[in-house]
């Protein structure tokens, strides 16, 4: 061969791989990701972020993620997504899209960065790591090993009948009991098929769905008191195994309320309201003793509202 053709054919492959390469698109709406990943019939490699402070992240998307070998591995199994949470909000599009992430951080128990996990369409993990990896190779190969619980889960969505429930069951209990977004998006789905209820999950789910509602109504309330009256919709109607729960999100939405009217008092009647509020949260604390330190606080800051709106206003003043 000569050396001219050698040098056409290695432009060629150069070409291809920075082709390749750009046709990477990084989505950051799961939502929409799964359901471009269910049309292409892939797989979704979320990567859990903090892009503007996470040095490790950095590290990885330089030697990793933006590396030819992984990208070209990219584009064949997977619809990549970045969960990011950075310092700088406008990173992601502001408070409100970077409290999803750090919700979906939850759900999805998320404890340190960089962490990547494998989803099937439907937003079930099906393994993955935390950490850098130091070459594309190796975190392909961690990531390659999630394709077994892939294919089971396909397995158990295109079984049919008792088969089909029992096999959804059994992969929901080796789910994490911590990740429960996987386990609510699976739970979905065996509910769904599952019309008698014979796993008895039923109430599971209903509980599940009515903490998840809630979640995302709060993403889109901007204030104590519209967050306040969302939880208090949703306590009026709580399922049991979420009663404690919602229980101790009014008592500390009543306690973030009472703060917000003591930072910027407008009257003294806001101190005496704010006064209230922290008396009303001690129903929703769990223990005397949390109980009694409150108490004491409220006795000591707010005995006389008049002098504490006084100081209040006059720090204002300086």
């Known amino acids: 061969m000569s050396m001219i053709r050698k ?33 292409e019939e892939k797989l979704l490699l979320v990567e859990f972020t903090g892009s503007d402070w996470c040095r490790a992240c950095n590290i990885q998307k330089k030697m990793v993620l933006e590396h030819g070998d992984f990208e070209a591995w990219l584009q064949k199994h997977c619809v990549p997504v970045i969960v ?28 340190s960065f960089p962490t990547l996990k494998i989803m099937s369409p ?10 850098a990896q130091s070459s594309p190779q190796r975190a392909i190969a961690e990531l390659e090993k999630c394709f077994a619980q892939a294919a089971r889960l396909q ?7 008792a088969a089909r429930i029992q096999a959804l069951k059994e992969l929901y209990e080796s789910l994490p009991a911590n990740d429960s977004e996987s386990r609510y998006q699976l739970l979905s789905r065996i509910i769904t098929v599952d019309a008698q209820d014979t796993t008895g999950m039923l109430a599971t789910y209903r509980s599940m769905h009515q903490m998840r509602e809630l979640q995302r109504s709060l993403l889109h309330l901007t204030t104590p008191k519209e967050q306040l009256e969302a939880i208090d919709k ?6 049991s195994a979420n009663l404690s729960r919602l229980r101790k999100m009014k008592g500390n ?6 703060l917000k009217l003591t930072q910027a008092p407008q009257s003294v009647q806001d101190i005496e309201q704010a006064r209230e509020l922290l008396l ?26 008049a002098a504490l709106y006084e100081k209040i206003r006059q720090r204002q003043r300086k």
Do not use: F
Not at 155 to 161: H, K, R, S, Y
Not at 253 to 258: C, D, H, I, P, S
């Open 7 to 39: 040098l056409v054919m290695a432009c060629g492959y150069a070409l291809v791989s920075v082709a390749m390469a750009a046709q990477v698109e990084w989505m950051h709406d799961l939502e929409a990701a799964a359901v471009k990943a269910e049309a």
């Open 155 to 161: 397995e158990a969505l295109n079984a049919t009948g």
């Open 122 to 131: 439907e937003r079930i993990v099906m393994g993955g790591y935390s950490g």
């Open 234 to 239: 949703t306590l009026s109607l709580a399922e």
């Open 84 to 111: 990011d949470v950075p310092h700088d909000n406008s990173r992601v599009g502001g408070a409100t899209a970077k409290k999803r992430n750090e919700l979906l951080c939850e759900a999805y128990d998320v404890k």
């Open 253 to 258: 939405a009543l306690r973030e309320l009472a």
């Open 280 to 305: 009303h949260s001690l129903e929703y604390l769990a223990s005397d003793k949390e109980r009694n330190t409150l108490l004491m606080y409220i006795n000591m800051r707010y005995n006389n509202p």
